[in-house]
């Protein structure tokens, strides 16, 4: 048919045509097909936009963070997404209103202050120096632009600032104190028995429709859940580099056009003196600050030590204890007044008062480093490298337009695409719906790509999905197991076996709460039932709430009890987690006490206290301007 349309179609019944469909395209469908539409919210704050992908990078930056926090430790079935997204959101949410609340209270963050903490991350050092390539090259690798990266300093800075100020707020008493420490510090006398189950493993001989009504009663404990066995292909720029062909002259043009790259910067080492102009001040206060700030520079121009100017007069809370030193400094940390007076100032030299949005500032260069050249054959080694780079991110874009074309064309096997790229094909281990794919697959549409129709039930390759900067993959489903229940013929011994240790459970506790029974009515003691049933007593002694001697159960138990008032034990009795059943004695209760404790511990226990108190009035601060904001929240995407 469309063969047909192309034959006849001329002239100006073609030229119609196209009309017809260019227009609705035009107006609605490029949007879709450019992904150029608006994004999707997940929630509104007083009228602030928190979208969909702000909410997956931040998803992201959470589980990387905890990914490298933990290490070896890190479980990504612990961290999926159903139960990150809600957290990380509700925590964006409480930023947005508490920066909503720091713009109210007029709290920012100075330049030297959020100059001071980005040269602080070590992430942007090297050799225990700030370097400005690595931090430029870390930002530029979270997608963003260094502007944006130091705003978003400045807000968390002032957050910071916000939470420490409601935070400190707090205070304890003594009387609270004592009643922490005497509940905190509690210790409590026990011992116990253990009733085996197992002693009673063969009271029960199950027939065969016990067992087939335990089966069925009981068929979640023998559900196998949906799972695949992924294939995938991973395309990733950084190993392209090795493809690009490199000569003199291509990495000769490359130093020419990026020679700044390979050019140390220039640095100047500075200090300075703010005389300090209060937002909004009257013509008046700016001329008593210029004063200030002229009669300042005439005492350092006469002699006087500007260390101790500064310690004595300079409004710059950052730098005036230690003389105004600011450090070394390059151009793009400064406002725009202040570094162009610097980097125009001869070495050594004080500047004219320099006003600035932050007031007048008297500025000396101590020294200056950097801005030096260098040859081609001195840095050909790191040229090749930023070369090979640069190309190969340039390769990358071509690699990603032919797999995602030979991915489609022969939807049924990744190998012709894998061929053709000299790429391998990769499989992973089974994995369920609500598991978690391995890196570099560890990403929510990767899964819900896997578990699409279109790959899962029509068995066709995927299409191009990103998973990181410059890297792309395309997966397939290798293997597919559908849920379902183990037949019971196929899986008869082990419900015999649940059975009678189920049925051994049952009976071992409604012994225990008989011979718990008979210790509470003083008609046996705990010794004559273990001597009689030969049970081993265990006898922790004094046990506090976080104890580990004794089982979990034990311990929750035991501190569930009221106190003994008197000098008859307490009794009580609990399953564990194997099923077997614990008699507990409770002998006495002592309450810890503030007088006999160390001082250390004393303080230990304040700070704890404090750091509590703290975050629960941080956590009423928050509820609260929750509860005023107009916040619209939309149902979160997996």
């Given at each position: 048919?469309?063969?047909?349309?192309r034959?006849?179609?001329?002239?100006?019944?073609?030229?119609?045509?196209?009309?017809?469909?260019?227009v609705?395209?035009?107006?609605?469908?490029?949007?879709e097909?450019?992904?150029?539409?608006?994004?999707?919210?997940?929630?509104?704050?007083?009228?602030?936009?928190?979208?969909?992908?702000?909410?997956?990078?931040?998803?992201?930056?959470?589980?990387?963070?905890?990914?490298f926090?933990?290490?070896d430790?890190?479980?990504?079935?612990?961290?999926?997404?159903?139960?990150?997204?809600?957290?990380?959101?509700?925590?964006?949410?409480?930023?947005?209103?508490?920066?909503?609340?720091?713009?109210?209270?007029n709290?920012?963050?100075?330049?030297?202050?959020?100059?001071?903490?980005?040269?602080?991350?070590?992430?942007?050092?090297?050799?225990?120096?700030?370097?400005?390539?690595?931090?430029?090259?870390?930002?530029?690798?979270?997608?963003?632009?260094?502007?944006?990266?130091?705003?978003?300093?400045?807000?968390?800075?002032?957050?910071?600032?916000?939470?420490?100020?409601?935070?400190?707020?707090?205070?304890?008493?003594?009387?609270?104190?004592k009643?922490?420490?005497?509940?905190?510090?509690?210790?409590?006398?026990?011992?116990?028995?253990?009733?085996?189950?197992?002693?009673?493993?063969?009271?029960?001989?199950?027939?065969?429709?016990?067992?087939?009504?335990?089966?069925?009663?009981?068929?979640?404990?023998?559900?196998?859940?949906?799972?695949?066995?992924?294939?995938?292909?991973?395309?990733?720029?950084?190993?392209l580099g090795?493809?690009?062909?490199?000569?003199?002259?291509?990495?000769?043009?490359?130093?020419?056009?990026?020679?700044?790259?390979?050019?140390?910067?220039?640095?100047?080492?500075?200090?300075?003196?703010?005389?300090?102009?209060?937002?909004?001040?009257?013509?008046?206060?700016?001329?008593?600050?210029?004063?200030?700030?002229?009669?300042?520079?005439?005492?350092?121009?006469?002699?006087?030590?500007?260390?101790?100017?500064?310690?004595?007069?300079?409004?710059?809370?950052g730098?005036?204890?230690?003389?105004?030193?600011?450090?070394?400094?390059?151009?793009?940390?400064?406002?725009?007044?202040?570094?162009?007076?610097?980097?125009?100032?001869?070495?050594?030299?004080?500047?004219?008062?320099?006003?600035?949005?932050?007031?007048?500032?008297?500025?000396?260069?101590?020294?200056?480093?950097?801005?030096?050249?260098?040859?081609?054959?001195?840095?050909?080694?790191?040229?090749?490298?930023?070369?090979?780079?640069?190309?190969?991110?340039?390769?990358?874009?071509?690699?990603?337009?032919?797999?995602?074309?030979?991915?489609?064309?022969?939807?049924?096997?990744?190998?012709?695409?894998?061929?053709?790229?000299?790429?391998?094909?990769?499989?992973?281990?089974?994995?369920?719906?609500?598991?978690?794919?391995?890196?570099?697959?560890?990403?929510?549409?990767?899964?819900?790509?896997?578990?699409?129709?279109?790959?899962?039930?029509?068995?066709?390759?995927?299409?191009?999905?990103?998973?990181?900067?410059?890297?792309?993959?395309?997966?397939?489903?290798?293997?597919?197991?559908?849920?379902?229940?183990?037949?019971?013929?196929?899986?008869?011994?082990?419900?015999?076996?649940?059975?009678?240790?189920?049925?051994?459970?049952?009976?071992?506790?409604?012994?225990?709460?008989?011979?718990?029974?008979?210790?509470?009515?003083?008609?046996?003691?705990?010794?004559?039932?273990?001597?009689?049933?030969?049970?081993?007593?265990?006898?922790?002694?004094?046990?506090?709430?976080?104890?580990?001697?004794?089982?979990a159960?034990?311990?929750?138990?035991?501190?569930?009890?009221?106190p003994?008032?008197?000098?008859?034990?307490?009794?009580?009795?609990?399953?564990?987690?194997?099923?077997?059943?614990?008699l507990?004695?409770?002998?006495s209760?002592?309450?810890?006490?503030?007088?006999?404790?160390?001082?250390?511990?004393?303080?230990?226990?304040?700070?704890?206290?404090?750091?509590?108190?703290a975050?629960?009035?941080?956590?009423y601060?928050?509820?609260?301007?929750?509860?005023?904001?107009?916040?619209?929240?939309?149902?979160?995407?997996?």
């Open positions: 048919m469309l063969q047909a349309i034959e006849k179609a001329q002239g100006w019944i073609a030229w119609t045509i196209v009309i017809l469909i260019s609705p395209f035009a107006l609605w469908g490029i949007q097909y450019l992904g150029t539409g608006s994004e999707p919210e997940v929630a509104v704050v007083n009228g602030e936009k928190i979208t969909q992908r702000m909410l997956d990078q931040r998803v992201r930056d959470f589980r990387e963070n905890l990914r926090s933990l290490g430790n890190y479980s990504a079935e612990l961290f999926d997404d159903a139960r990150l997204k809600p957290q990380v959101l509700n925590a964006m949410i409480e930023e947005r209103l508490l920066a909503d609340s720091a713009g109210d209270w709290l920012r963050t100075g330049d030297a202050q959020a100059r001071g903490f980005i040269v602080s991350v070590p992430a942007f050092q090297r050799d225990g120096q700030f370097d400005q390539q690595a931090y430029e090259a870390a930002v530029r690798n979270r997608g963003m632009s260094r502007v944006s990266f130091e705003q978003g300093v400045r807000q968390d800075l002032a957050l910071s600032q916000l939470r420490s100020g409601i935070r400190e707020t707090v205070f304890v008493t003594e009387a609270d104190l009643t922490r420490i005497r509940l905190g510090a509690e210790q409590r006398t026990v011992r116990y028995a253990r009733v085996p189950a197992a002693s009673f493993i063969d009271q029960a001989v199950p027939g065969e429709d016990q067992l087939r009504r335990y089966y069925e009663s009981n068929l979640d404990r023998y559900r196998t859940p949906e799972r695949v066995q992924a294939s995938y292909l991973l395309l990733d720029a950084s190993s090795g493809l690009v062909e490199v000569s003199d002259e291509a990495l000769q043009q490359y130093f020419r056009d990026h020679r700044a790259e390979f050019v140390a910067r220039e640095e100047r080492e500075m200090r300075h003196i703010l005389v300090a102009i209060a937002a909004g001040a009257g013509d008046e206060d700016v001329a008593k600050a210029q004063a200030k700030a002229d009669d300042l520079l005439a005492q350092l121009r006469g002699g006087a030590d500007f260390a101790s100017i500064a310690q004595e007069n300079s409004d710059d809370p730098s005036a204890k230690s003389g105004g030193d600011l450090g070394w400094v390059e151009r793009g940390l400064m406002v725009t007044a202040f570094e162009d007076a610097a980097f125009a100032l001869p070495k050594g030299e004080l500047s004219d008062p320099v006003r600035t949005e932050f007031g007048f500032h008297i500025i000396q260069v101590t020294d200056v480093r950097g801005g030096s050249d260098a040859s081609f054959a001195d840095m050909r080694e790191k040229i090749e490298a930023a070369y090979r780079k640069f190309e190969a991110e340039n390769l990358y874009f071509d690699y990603a337009e032919r797999l995602a074309q030979l991915a489609y064309e022969n939807s049924a096997s990744l190998t012709p695409a894998a061929e053709a790229l000299g790429l391998t094909v990769s499989t992973t281990d089974w994995v369920t719906r609500n598991g978690q794919l391995p890196a570099p697959l560890d990403e929510p549409k990767v899964m819900n790509a896997v578990f699409s129709d279109d790959v899962l039930v029509e068995g066709h390759n995927s299409e191009l999905i990103e998973v990181g900067s410059q890297r792309a993959v395309v997966v397939r489903v290798a293997e597919h197991e559908p849920a379902g229940v183990k037949g019971f013929d196929e899986i008869r011994a082990t419900i015999e076996s649940d059975f009678r240790k189920t049925n051994a459970s049952e009976v071992a506790a409604q012994t225990g709460a008989t011979f718990v029974g008979e210790l509470e009515s003083g008609s046996k003691n705990l010794a004559d039932l273990a001597a009689e049933h030969a049970w081993v007593i265990e006898e922790p002694g004094k046990i506090g709430r976080d104890d580990r001697v004794v089982p159960e034990i311990l929750d138990k035991v501190f569930g009890l009221a003994p008032q008197s000098s008859k034990p307490q009794y009580a009795g609990v399953v564990s987690a194997e099923g077997d059943y614990f507990i004695e409770l002998a209760a002592q309450g810890g006490e503030l007088a006999s404790m160390p001082q250390a511990e004393r303080a230990a226990v304040m700070e704890q206290a404090v750091a509590q108190a975050n629960a009035q941080l956590n601060v928050t509820r609260s301007l929750r509860e005023q904001a107009d916040i619209k929240l939309v149902p979160i995407k997996e």
